[in-house]
T-cell receptor
């Protein structure tokens, strides 16, 4: 069973700054079935990225995903007010699992 | 795209069975994989299991002995049953649909289920 570990647990940043979120898998998976979700307070999670680097519908260009194997990254190039919230990575496919989340909060 | 809506009791007694329904609208239920995902208050997301209309299904190993997910294509609905619930099963339960097994391209609004006597 793959375990996803996200880091850092929390990020305190100002609008306009760059955010870099990490998701590390306990073992490598070759199909890159890695997704990223954003959950704003009191809201339903929203798909941002699928298959490690493909933007979902409505995901702005300032949000990008990268990585392969065991190390994956979500980058927000310039934080907007609507980007603050909790971000989860997820391995999907045969045995799905979520990371524990990274909270991006406003400084 | 599909719209998803969870329904079911908001309160379940300890040791009893939690039953939820997800109503799928907007497209054929055969196009996607369907998952149940839960979120305890103040905590992260936990995948419970997925099903495809073809019969392909899988469950979280930690919940597998207590969980069953089924689908009724004639009604465009899928279901979650979780037996022998305890307070630790108190959570918001989401149904989700995705192109990949277990993925959440689309989500329901969530249904809070509290386990308490």
């Amino acid at each position: 069973e793959v375990v996803l570990t996200q880091s850092p647990g929390a990020l305190s940043l100002s609008p306009g700054e760059r955010a870099t979120l990490s998701c590390r898998a306990s073992q490598s998976f070759t199909n890159n079935h890695l997704a990223w979700y954003q959950q704003r307070p009191g809201q339903t999670p929203r798909l941002l990225i699928w298959d490690a680097s493909n933007r979902g519908a409505g995901t702005p260009d300032r949000i990008s995903g990268s990585g392969s194997g065991t190390d994956f990254t979500l980058t927000i190039s310039r934080l907007e007010p609507e980007d603050f919230g909790v971000y989860y990575c997820q391995l999907f496919g045969t045995s799905p699992t979520f990371g524990q989340g990274t909270k991006v909060e406003m400084k | 795209q599909v719209n998803l809506q969870e329904s079911g009791p908001g309160l379940v007694k300890p040791s009893e069975t939690l039953s939820l329904t997800c109503i799928v609208s907007g497209d054929s239920i055969s196009r996607f994989y369907y998952s149940w995902i839960r979120q305890p208050p103040g905590k992260g997301l936990e995948w419970i299991g997925y099903i495809h209309y073809s019969g392909d299904s899988n469950y979280n190993p930690s919940l597998k002995s207590r969980v069953a997910i089924s689908v009724d294509t004639s009604k465009n609905q899928f279901f979650l049953k979780m037996t022998s619930v305890t307070a630790a099963d108190t959570a918001v339960y989401f149904c989700a649909a995705g192109w990949g097994a277990g993925a959440g391209d689309m989500w329901g609004q969530g249904s809070l289920v509290t386990v308490s006597s």
